[in-house]
């Protein structure tokens, strides 16, 4: 019994000293698509437009990573020309790409704040491709193995919360 009520004490005690957490991480799931046509990648968190990608012939590879419901906006910009898709955290990168006549497609997702947990997501450049050009990975054998067959390493590009 004084077991029992140690126990009892020792939670309400750390209750009262740590409080309680309501707060819910919700990630979503970013999927990542493939298109075999044209060697691009699309990462959306909407089912509806991984359902029409699908349907129009893309290669569903499941989910990308996993994203936060706030943060640091990731930007979506678009190339008609091409066919080719970018992500960016920089609002500036976007309009210097509306400049050169892409289409500004908005927020599409959100990367985690700098002081959170994160997990790195590496941006690549294939200077061969006319579309597709740009790839987005959380692992670092797949951007490794991209370097090694001559993508260029542009960095971290943005963060997800997790790739489970």
């Known amino acids: 019994m004084k077991r029992r009520s140690f126990v009892l004490m020792l939670v309400f005690g750390c209750l009262a000293i740590f409080g309680f957490s309501t707060e ?9 698509l493939y298109n075999p046509n044209s060697g691009e990648h699309f990462y ?3 089912m509806h437009e991984k ?12 989910i990308g990573w996993r994203a936060p419901e706030t943060g640091d906006r990731v930007f979506r910009a ?29 927020e599409v997702f959100f990367s985690p704040e700098v002081t959170w947990p994160k997990v790195n997501l590496y941006r690549l450049y294939n200077p061969n491709a006319k579309a597709g050009a740009h790839h987005y990975t959380p692992h ?19 963060y997800a919360s997790s790739i489970k």
Request: with cysteine; proline share 3%.
């Open 24 to 32: 819910v991480s919700a990630d979503v799931p970013v999927y990542r």
């Open 44 to 46: 959306t968190i909407h």
């Open 51 to 62: 359902v029409n990608c699908i349907r129009a012939g893309w290669r569903d590879e499941g």
């Open 78 to 106: 678009y190339n008609p020309n091409a066919g080719d898709h970018h992500y960016t955290r920089n609002n500036l990168e976007v309009a210097w790409l509306k400049s050169l006549g892409w289409w500004d497609e908005g």
């Open 140 to 158: 670092l054998s797949e951007r490794n193995h991209l370097i090694r067959v001559g993508w260029r390493d542009e960095g971290i590009g943005f």
